[in-house]
């Protein structure tokens, strides 16, 4: 009987990979990930990191997005041909958060803004190792499951057919759909996860939101040009309903505060526009 390995097992000899051309940094992170129990090995380059993909597996990498020579978008795409199931985070400084988002909306399983919390690192690794581990095991069982009914004997045809149809069944069931992570609208990105909107300019901002100012902002992102009433916004946004006074009394503080955190000038706002007696839209251009 084959025995697939539990998220224990597979997390405690999981080896990473760290990337990233400074030196102390690259070293700290070998250092703290090490003593969490990680085998860990370092790479100063992208070059580098390429070639001990060639020799090496390992479960995770974290990569620095921002590297002289080859930079973290190449080494991230050439290191998915090699090693499909890879997971990666990307480490990246305010000023190319844009491309870190586009990284995750492609390649990489998350990122970590720098200056960063060795906590919230360690919690992201975690989190993206059980995922990968999850993943793993759940292509193990359905091999399993393939071979198994492979075996059987053709005179029991019908019943192994049944057997089929149920497990077609239980592997083509899917998760509830769940909000996308991303939304772009004019000048904005916004990242629900982490609670972040980057706002395109030069330099372009990364601007902190809270739950609310998020879910909020999500709900015009996702409806753009299109007038919302408050309890409507209220309905989408928070899962509940509210009269329209009760509504407006909640949104219009987080409408207040999004406009002096996003427009240029909240008192002449350009992108959260206000209808009088019906509500609020997002022009985005």
């Known amino acids: ?42 790479a100063a380059s ?36 090699m090693h499909p199931d890879l997971s990666i985070i ?21 990122y970590m803004l720098k200056p960063f919390n060795i906590d919230d690192l360690a919690t992201t690794i975690s989190q993206a190792l059980e995922e990968r581990a999850e993943t793993l095991r759940h292509q193990q069982l359905l091999s ?18 049944g057997f089929l149809s149920a497990a077609s069944t239980s592997s083509s069931l899917t998760p509830p759909t769940h909000r996308e992570r991303f939304l772009h609208a004019g000048p904005m990105t916004l990242d629900r996860h982490k609670r972040l909107v980057v706002m395109q300019g030069d330099p372009p901002r990364t601007i902190e939101l809270t739950d609310g100012e998020t879910a909020i902002l999500a709900v015009l992102m996702e409806h753009p040009n299109e007038v919302l009433s408050c309890s409507k916004m209220v309905h989408v946004a928070m899962g509940y309903d509210l ?20 427009e240029v000038d909240a008192s002449d706002p350009l992108l959260i526009r206000t209808v009088r007696g019906r509500g609020y839209f997002l022009a985005p251009s």
């Open 1 to 42: 009987m084959v025995e697939v390995p539990g998220p224990q097992e597979t997390l405690s000899r999981a080896r990473l990979l760290v990337v990233d051309d400074e030196a102390n940094l690259r070293a700290g992170l070998r250092d703290l990930l090490s003593l969490m129990g990680y085998q860990v090995e370092e």
């Open 46 to 81: 992208g070059y580098e990191a390429l070639e001990l993909l060639e020799i090496q597996h390992y479960d995770l990498m974290v990569l620095d997005i921002r590297m002289p020579g080859m930079d973290g978008i190449e080494v991230m795409h050439r290191a998915r041909q």
């Open 90 to 110: 990307v480490l990246t400084a305010h000023a190319s958060l844009e491309s870190a988002i586009a990284a995750v909306k492609t390649d990489a399983v998350d």
């Open 144 to 161: 399993l499951i393939g071979s198994a009914l492979n075996t059987l004997d053709q005179s029991k045809g019908s019943a192994s057919a």
């Open 243 to 262: 009269d329209e006074q009760e509504a407006q009394n909640q949104v219009r503080l987080y409408v207040f505060r999004l406009r002096r955190k996003i």
